[in-house]
């Protein structure tokens, strides 16, 4: 069964930083590897994917993550983080057929 | 397109009560999936579903029903709801196809408490 760890429970940066988000998988094939971020009481939005070929992959919001294989790693940077992306963020890591397994979650909390 | 809908926002049950949460989607996606989450916690896949007629259990399916007689909707039915079950539900579609067809596409979500 496949299983997706987020280390980092809380994190906090002062904006105009650099971050960077950890997140180790499990999964016996090549996996889907996906990002998301949440507000509070929002749903979930879509920041990056990776499903083969480019392991450098780029998102939305200046987001990207790097696959590496061989750390069954999948970490999320950002050079310079703004004080609107406090949130929560969630490592994903897909099954096919509608399957994801989600990490935990790291809440990121900006300091001015 | 209205992407992927869920209804109600929000509802509060007593223990014992049954209900359905409502999930549709206008993509013509084959996949939809019903997941919960807790505080502190990631989703947890409850149930999913690869076609109409077509559903099986994820990884916490205990006290839930689903059925999926055609490829827009994906009901979640709960039986008799328990405080356990106080929650945020989130329905997704994808796709299919694998690569990027696994893309999943979240609803806003529906609050439930259960006293």
């Known amino acids: 069964a496949q299983s997706v760890t987020q280390p980092d429970i809380h994190i906090t940066v002062s904006e105009g930083a650099s971050l960077e988000l950890r997140c180790n998988y499990s999964?016996?094939?090549?996996?889907?590897l996906f990002w998301y971020v949440q507000s509070p009481g929002q749903g979930l939005q879509l920041l990056l994917k990776?499903?083969?070929?480019?392991?450098l992959v780029q998102g939305i919001k200046g987001f990207e993550a790097e696959f590496k294989r061989s750390q069954s790693s999948f970490n999320l940077r950002k050079p310079s983080v703004h004080w609107s992306d406090a949130a929560e963020y969630f490592c994903?890591?897909?099954?096919?057929?509608?399957?994801?397994?989600f990490g935990d979650g790291t809440t990121l909390t900006v300091k001015p | 397109n209205a992407g992927v809908t869920q209804t109600p926002k929000f509802q509060v049950l007593k223990t014992g009560q049954s209900m359905t949460l409502q999930c549709a989607q206008d993509?013509?996606?084959?996949?939809m999936s019903w997941y919960r989450q807790d505080p502190g916690m990631g989703l947890r896949l409850i149930h999913y579903?690869?076609?109409?007629?077509?559903?099986d259990q994820g990884e916490v399916p205990n006290g839930y029903n689903v059925s999926r007689s055609t490829t827009e909707d994906f009901p979640l039915r709960l039986l008799s709801a328990a405080p356990s079950q106080t929650s945020v539900y989130f329905c997704?579609?994808?796709?299919?196809?694998?690569?990027?067809?696994?893309?999943?596409?979240f609803g806003p979500g529906t609050r439930l408490t259960v006293l």
């Open positions: 990776y499903f083969s070929g480019d392991t």
């Open positions: 994903a890591v897909g099954a096919g057929a509608g399957k994801s397994t």
């Open positions: 999964y016996g094939a090549t996996p889907y």
């Open positions: 993509m013509n996606h084959e996949y």
């Open positions: 997704a579609s994808s796709r299919g196809g694998g690569d990027v067809g696994d893309t999943q596409y």
């Open positions: 579903s690869v076609g109409a007629g077509i559903t």
